[in-house]
C-alpha cells in the first residue's frame, strides 16, 4: 500500500491502534538503529518510534548506545542520577539505572564521553552481562546507535537482531548511509537490514531515496534491502525538540507522527526468526564480546 494512502488512513481513524500486535512469545527483540552519519534525527526517530510501540502494547526499552555523545534523557528533558558506566564500574545495578518515562517507555541513559566500550576489564564485562541478562520482560529493546563505522558500532550492529538504517535525502547522508549497510554485511551477510528515510518532502522524494538505496545495495552488495517507511520534514518535530517532549506525544495528529504509527505498524507485522537464539539482552552483549574479541581492539568513531 502506498504510504500516503496508508497515512490518510491513518489520520481518518479513531483508533490507531490496529489488529497488527502480534505476541513475541516472550522473547526480547533486539534493534539497532543506525546511521552513516550524524544529524539525521536517528535519535528522534529512536524514542518516537518506542513510544509508538508502547501505545500499541509492546513493552519498550531506549537503550542509549552513543557512548560518546549520548543524548535520549536530553531528548526527553530529563537529569538521570545514574546512567551505564555505574554498572559497568559495579556501583549500581541495572535496575537502579533503568528510567521510567511519562510515555509508557523504560531508558538505559548513556555512558556519556565513554568511547572505550572494547577496553572493559573481565569484571566489567561480567558486569554488564549480568545485568542486561536481567531485561527479560521486554518485547523490544532499541538501541539508538552512535553515527559512522567504527569497529565498537559495527559489532553491536552485528550481534542486534535487526539493523533499522536512518537516512535522509541529502547526497552525503545516502553515501554514508550505504558505507555502514556495507561495513556490517561484509561481517554478516545475513543480516536482516531494513531502511527508514527521514526528512523528505513528500511520500515521492522519500519512494525515491529508498529505492535508489535498495537498488545500489542489491548490485553491489547483493543484499535484499527492504524500505519500513518515510518520515515527512514537520515543523512540529523542531517545536517538539525545543520542549524536549517527543512529538508523537505533543503532536499526535502531525505529519510526523502519523508516519511514525506507519513504520510501527509495519514493524509489527514482522514475526520473529525462531532460529535465533538467546533473545534477550544478556546473549546481545555476549555476542558483541565475541565479535570484538576476534577484532583488532579500535576506538568507537
Known amino acids: 500500500m502506498d504510504q500516503a494512502e496508508a497515512l490518510r488512513k491513518l489520520a481518518e481513524s479513531k483508533n490507531t491502534r490496529t489488529a497488527v500486535h502480534q ?5 526480547t527483540r533486539i534493534i539497532s538503529i543506525a546511521s552513516g552519519k550524524g544529524g539525521v534525527g536517528k535519535s528522534t526517530i529512536s524514542v518516537n518510534l518506542g513510544i509508538a510501540l508502547a501505545k500499541m502494547g509492546q513493552k519498550v526499552l531506549v537503550f542509549d548506545g552513543d557512548f560518546g555523545l549520548a543524548n535520549i534523557n536530553v531528548l526527553l528533558g530529563i537529569v538521570p542520577r545514574y546512567n551505564l558506566l555505574h554498572v559497568i564500574k559495579g556501583d549500581k545495578k541495572l535496575s537502579e539505572v533503568v528510567v521510567s518515562i511519562q510515555d509508557g517507555i523504560d531508558i538505559i541513559p548513556g555512558a556519556n564521553g565513554y568511547t572505550q566500550l572494547t577496553n572493559l576489564s573481565e569484571i566489567e564485562r561480567r558486569n ?10 521486554y518485547d523490544i529493546i532499541l538501541i539508538d546507535m552512535g553515527a559512522g563505522i567504527g569497529t565498537n558500532v559495527v559489532g553491536m550492529l552485528v550481534s542486534s537482531d535487526d539493523l533499522y538504517v536512518v537516512t535522509t535525502p541529502e547526497p552525503t547522508s545516502i553515501t554514508d548511509a550505504y558505507g555502514l549497510i ?5 561481517e554478516d551477510k545475513t543480516k536482516n537490514i531494513k531502511l527508514i528515510v527521514n526528512r523528505a518532502k513528500n511520500s515521492e522524494e522519500g519512494q525515491k531515496v529508498a529505492n535508489r538505496l535498495i537498488s545500489i545495495t542489491s548490485r553491489f552488495l547483493d543484499v535484499e534491502l527492504k524500505s519500513l517507511g518515510v518520515v515527512y520534514q514537520d515543523q512540529e ?10 512529538f508523537i506525544t505533543a503532536f499526535p495528529q502531525s505529519k510526523a507522527s502519523l508516519c511514525i504509527k506507519h513504520i510501527t505498524n509495519r514493524i ?9 537464539k538467546e533473545r534477550h539482552f544478556g546473549g546481545y552483549i555476549k555476542r558483541f564480546f565475541n565479535f570484538m574479541d576476534t577484532k583488532e581492539k579500535t576506538p568507537m568513531l
Do not use: C, Y
Open 128 to 137: 554488564l552481562i549480568r545485568g542486561f541478562s536481567e531485561l527479560t520482560d
Open 268 to 276: 509489527l507485522k514482522v514475526n520473529m526468526d525462531d532460529e535465533r
Open 182 to 186: 556495507k561495513a556490517v554485511i561484509q
Open 237 to 246: 518535530i523542531e517545536k517538539s525538540t525545543r520542549r524536549q517532549k517527543p
Open 23 to 27: 505476541s513475541l512469545a516472550n522473547t
